[in-house]
């Protein structure tokens, strides 16, 4: 038989070590870490910069043409004819440069007593996509993009006539839930951690900005910031309702319009204080929000050594005094301290018996919860 | 005496991971374990490799048995040695071979393949034997009534895959008609969608715990196939096992058995088994792999029949008288019940063999056992009660459905009592406890 020393060295090893008491560890938010920021041109075009150099936040590092759209149009359907009268009746022809009130087509009828025009209601460049169908199109004239690089740092990649990497140091707030593309504004504070965010606080001083705060974001709130330009919403949470009634696909790579970010999760949900603070501290800077990484990066003004980035463990275990969220009602989104973690199972009111720790949420509230619907909060300073 | 064999095996599931070893030795076998670990404590960490060695270290403390040599498992085929094992089953749908060393030599067997195994085995074993898989990612139902692949895959989940249920197509509505208390629409969604961002979160109040039964049902009215628990031959009862976290994990047989009644709403006669251990796949990698090996193992340790269910059927009334049934155990005395519509009647057994004298209203039937408007006054049949008794669930079918209201909970509240739900909390520590 095995001698039981082989056994005792699992046993004696610290309790608190021992695989029931592993939880997922998250930052919320970290200050001064280092991170690599892509900076991308809408589309190709000429990059400014080297590997090695130094950026300024206002130094241009990038340029290109971007059409800003396109509109599509049914000439048969505009002038009432039939496809094997269109081309007698084009005035410009495709790939030709058109001004807002230039007539593209025409047809007359009745020895030109009668005539339907089509009036090109945009500048832009005129393209007949399909002379069977007559979808024609115009698209936008290009306007010229100039790409900053909104962050002090180093460019480590040069992606030639897409994409510049740069390190930087950053604050980074973290979130669980997020929705649609990377965009960046100026971070605006809009409502404290325990408010609902109210749309009528919204006006057009808020476009281009991202605004942060409360403890949920309403569909309101969101189509009305949508409206007036604002680009992307921080909160503690959101609805599900709300949610699936913007993003139907529930796919959070699908793209409404802004870029949304819940701190804490579905429902009303208050966002931490020290998240809060952190964010009150940053308001009215440059900030890049990124729902798909599920994070929020607020490039510091000032940058001090270039350190490497750290691997950061995502798995801990638990111990008395560690902070900690909890992950379920009646306490979802909310922070305490470990006061005790319990050495054997704790048998619950639904019959259920799991590894369990004390957690204290409030001077006035103690409770006793799975191990499993804890995450323990390491914030990285 | 027979030297003993030992296997180790390892099912990675979408959101837990279990670790088993089996001991098998002249014709009986011990099973030692789960371990189980968050899957995401391998797919998240960068210290995957030493999370899985200390997995094995638990088992090892479980089963008194060194596995591990200088962090690697000892595979060994000669019997007499008192480390390592015969063989190691790894059974998972996705590839850790990048995360995990072991795995690099031992290889994995897909989850799908396993289940498909150890179902056949069931198929064979009991007359018209259908399953149902509870995971946090999906909903799967094996039965000979689902065509030529036997299984129906839904994508339903109280895990990572909860959201699915809160498509345009379902009602939240349903779901809450089978709380027994108040609860705002709005607070519903949000509890179901949280649990696909917290999947590894557990249902440690009686709220969640209510919630989560609540889900389960609609799950399995929504998502059950067309065939499943189909018709059987005329005498025949139907097996029905469970398996998956959602049922494996239950604390409450008897709230389990409810939800089968509710959400299934089984005609005739079904026997429920459990997979308390969540052993059933990693049964089937033995089955695909060590044949022989599974012959010495007595699957009824770990699929238990918890309970039998008689279902009445045709459309019942409240309190409608419908009958008596005539109860013999094999007591001097037979116990008489008289059945009213809308009730749930339980009586408590142990596996024991009884008889039951059906005396129905001819409109009545028992699927597979008497026929509506069938003149036989009397349909005498005899079961094998679950090893927490049998069920006669005298509400009908099709099941008129609680409503979300103040009647519709007194009436929850009602099918609760009769399976002892309420009170199951004080009984729920001994693993043979009453419901």
Not at chain 1, 162 to 182: A, C, F, P, Q
Not at chain 1, 317 to 326: A, D, I, N, P, T
Not at chain 2, 242 to 255: A, E, I, N, Q, V
Request: aromatic share 8%; proline share 4%; with cysteine.
């Amino acid at each position: 038989m095995p001698t039981t020393a082989h056994f005792e060295k699992t046993k004696k090893e610290q309790p608190e070590q021992r695989l029931h008491y592993l939880v997922p560890s998250i930052i919320g938010f970290s200050h001064n870490v280092t991170k690599t920021i892509i900076r991308k041109l809408p589309q190709k075009g000429k990059i400014l910069v080297g590997e090695g150099d130094i950026t300024e936040p206002s130094a241009i590092i990038g340029v290109s043409q971007v059409s800003p759209g396109f509109r599509v149009f049914n000439l048969l359907e505009i002038l009432d004819i039939s496809a094997d009268k269109l081309s007698a009746c084009l005035i410009k022809s495709s790939g030709s440069k058109v001004f807002k009130g230039d007539v593209i087509a025409e047809e007359k009828k009745y020895f030109g007593i009668v005539s339907r025009q089509f009036i090109s209601p945009i500048d832009g460049i005129f393209e007949l996509l399909n002379p069977n169908t007559g979808q024609a199109m115009i698209r936008f004239m290009p306007v010229s993009f100039r790409l900053a690089a909104g962050v002090h740092g180093e460019v480590i990649k040069v992606v030639q006539e897409k994409e510049v990497h740069i390190r930087t140091k950053v604050d980074l707030v973290e979130g669980v839930l997020g929705s649609g593309i990377e965009r960046e504004g100026i971070l605006r504070i809009i409502a404290t951690p325990r408010e609902v965010i109210s749309f009528i606080n919204l006006d057009k001083s808020f476009m281009g900005t991202v605004i942060a705060g409360g403890s949920l974001m309403s569909k309101e709130v969101i189509q009305k910031a949508l409206a007036l330009g604002v680009r992307g919403i921080i909160s503690g949470g959101i609805n599900i309702r709300d949610y699936k009634s913007l993003v139907s696909s529930l796919n959070p790579l699908e793209d409404v319009g802004l870029s949304l970010l819940a701190t804490e999760g579905y429902g009303l949900s208050e966002m931490p204080q020290d998240v809060f603070t952190l964010l009150e501290k940053n308001d009215n800077c440059f900030v890049i929000i990124n729902p798909q990484a599920k994070e929020l990066i607020i490039p510091l003004l000032e940058t001090k050594d270039r350190a490497k980035e750290s691997e950061r463990e995502k798995l801990c275990y638990l111990k008395k005094g560690m902070q900690v969220r909890l992950l379920s009602f009646p306490y979802l989104g909310r922070e305490g301290i470990v006061i005790e973690v319990k050495k054997e199972p704790v048998y619950f009111s639904s019959g259920i018996e799991a590894a369990a720790a004390l957690v204290e949420i409030s001077k006035e509230t103690q409770t006793v919860i799975p191990i499993r619907n804890l995450e323990v909060i390491s914030r990285l300073t | 005496m027979e030297t003993a064999h030992y296997y180790l095996l390892v099912d990675f599931g979408k959101t837990l991971s279990h670790f088993f070893l089996i001991e098998i030795q002249s014709q009986e076998s011990k099973l030692f374990g789960p371990v189980e670990i968050p899957s995401l404590f391998f797919t998240e960490s960068t210290q995957s490799n030493l999370i899985f060695i200390k997995a094995i270290r638990e088992l090892e403390l479980l089963s008194q048995r060194k596995i591990l040599s200088n962090g690697i498992v000892v595979i060994s085929a000669d019997c007499s040695k008192t480390t390592g094992v015969q063989q190691a089953f790894f059974i998972s749908n996705e590839d850790y071979r990048d995360k995990i060393d072991l795995f690099k030599a031992v290889g994995t067997l897909r989850t799908d393949d396993v289940q498909k195994a150890a179902y056949q085995h069931f198929n064979q074993l009991h007359n018209s034997c259908s399953l149902i898989d509870a995971g946090s990612g999906a909903l799967r139902f094996y039965s000979p009534g689902l065509g030529n692949k036997q299984t129906v895959s839904t994508p339903f989940g109280t895990g990572n895959s909860a959201l699915y249920l809160l498509r345009e197509e379902y009602s939240p509505e349903d779901i809450l008609r089978w709380l027994p208390f108040e609860m705002e629409i709005i607070n519903l969604e949000n509890y179901i969608a949280n649990k696909s961002l917290f999947s590894q979160t557990i249902p440690y109040t009686e709220r969640d715990i209510a919630i989560e039964g609540a889900m389960m049902r609609e799950m399995l009215r929504i998502g059950k196939p067309e065939g499943f628990l189909g018709e059987t031959n005329e005498g025949e009862n139907k097996t029905l096992i469970l398996t998956g976290g959602s049922f494996s994990k239950s604390p409450s047989l008897g709230r389990t058995g409810l939800i089968l009644l509710d959400g299934l709403e089984p005609e005739g006669i079904c026997e429920f088994l459990i997979d308390k251990k969540q052993f059933f796949n990693c049964f089937g990698g033995l089955l695909t792999s060590q044949i022989s090996v599974v012959q010495q193992i007595d699957s009824q340790n770990y699929f238990v029949h918890f309970l039998t269910a008689i279902s009445i059927s045709g459309k019942i009334s409240e309190n409608e008288p419908l009958g008596s049934v005539f109860i013999n155990s094999g007591f001097e005395e037979v116990q008489e019940i008289r059945l009213k519509g809308g009730e749930i009647f339980y009586i408590p057994g142990n596996g024991q063999t009884i008889e039951c004298d059906f005396r129905l209203n001819q409109k009545l039937s028992i699927k597979g056992i008497k026929e509506a408007d069938s003149k036989v006054e009397s349909t005498k049949i005899k079961i094998t009660t679950g090893s927490q008794g049998f069920v006669i669930d005298a509400r009908g079918r099709p099941l008129i459905q609680p409503r979300p209201s103040m009647e519709g909970r007194k009436l929850l509240k009602k099918w609760n009592d009769a399976l002892n739900i309420t009170t199951f909390i004080e009984d729920s520590h001994a693993d043979n406890s009453s419901f």
